[in-house]
């Protein structure tokens, strides 16, 4: 008698499907603390521009802030929590006044002048500070103290470079910004005094 040959559908299955199980990515690698537990690291946040910024908690690398005037951020740009160490530690490295030849600082014409940038201006406005990106000047106090709510944004984020209205007697730009002895930029002055020798 012939053996009959089974059907496909009496065949055992040869493929078995398994259901695949779902990874997880946590949304945060966790950080081991000193005393053995776990705790998810901190997270940046994304800026409406897309941009992740630190958290108003993290620490900022002190020793990276940028010198020069031109290109630093402004103190009220960072979280509230940080800028008086921000200040501390731009009072402890002082004004940005970098001793150049007389030629490396760059000549603007005004006119049928030629001027340009002279370091003896440091020995006279000590507040005084260079920006060799812009090649213009700004003023060191002004900086550590302004507010996002300043409309006098020449020495602190523009930056000043009309050479030919320095050397003009009482119409100095530097003196007139300076102003009176009872002016806001003279307080900013003695107060940046009274921090550093706090800190020393």
Same mark, same amino acid.
């Given at each position: 008698?012939?053996?009959?040959?089974?059907?496909? +559908?009496?065949?055992?299955? $040869? /493929?078995? /499907? +398994?259901?695949?199980?779902?990874?997880?990515?946590? @949304?945060?690698?966790?950080?081991?603390? %000193? @005393?053995? +537990?776990?705790?998810? %690291?901190?997270t940046p946040t994304a800026t409406s521009s897309g941009?992740?910024?630190? @958290?108003?908690?993290s620490k900022f690398d002190l020793a990276s802030l940028e010198r020069d005037p031109g290109l630093r951020r402004s103190i009220w740009k960072y979280p509230p929590n940080?800028?008086?160490?921000?200040?501390c530690e731009y009072i402890r490295l002082g004004p940005c006044q970098p001793q150049l030849r007389r030629d490396q600082?760059?000549?603007t014409e005004f006119g049928t002048q030629r001027r340009r940038f002279q370091a003896s201006w440091f020995n006279t406005f000590k507040w005084l500070e260079y920006s060799v990106s812009k090649?213009?000047?700004?003023?060191?106090?002004?900086?550590?103290?302004?507010?996002d709510a300043s409309s006098q944004h020449a020495f602190t984020i523009d930056g000043f470079k009309s050479w030919k209205r320095v050397n003009d007697n009482e119409r100095c730009a530097f003196l007139v910004h300076i102003g009176t %002895?009872? %002016?806001? /930029?003279?307080?900013?002055? !003695?107060? $940046?005094?009274?921090?550093?020798?706090?800190? !020393?």
């Open positions: 008698m012939a053996t009959p040959t089974p059907t496909p +559908s009496d065949a055992t299955p $040869t /493929h078995i /499907h +398994s259901t695949a199980t779902p990874t997880h990515t946590p @949304s945060a690698t966790p950080t081991t603390t %000193s @005393s053995g +537990s776990a705790t998810p %690291s901190a941009t992740a910024t630190p @958290s108003d908690t940080v800028r008086d160490d921000i200040r600082y760059p000549v090649d213009a000047t700004f003023c060191f106090p002004c900086y550590l103290f302004e507010s %002895s009872n %002016s806001p /930029h003279k307080k900013l002055k !003695n107060v $940046t005094r009274h921090i550093d020798k706090v800190i !020393n």
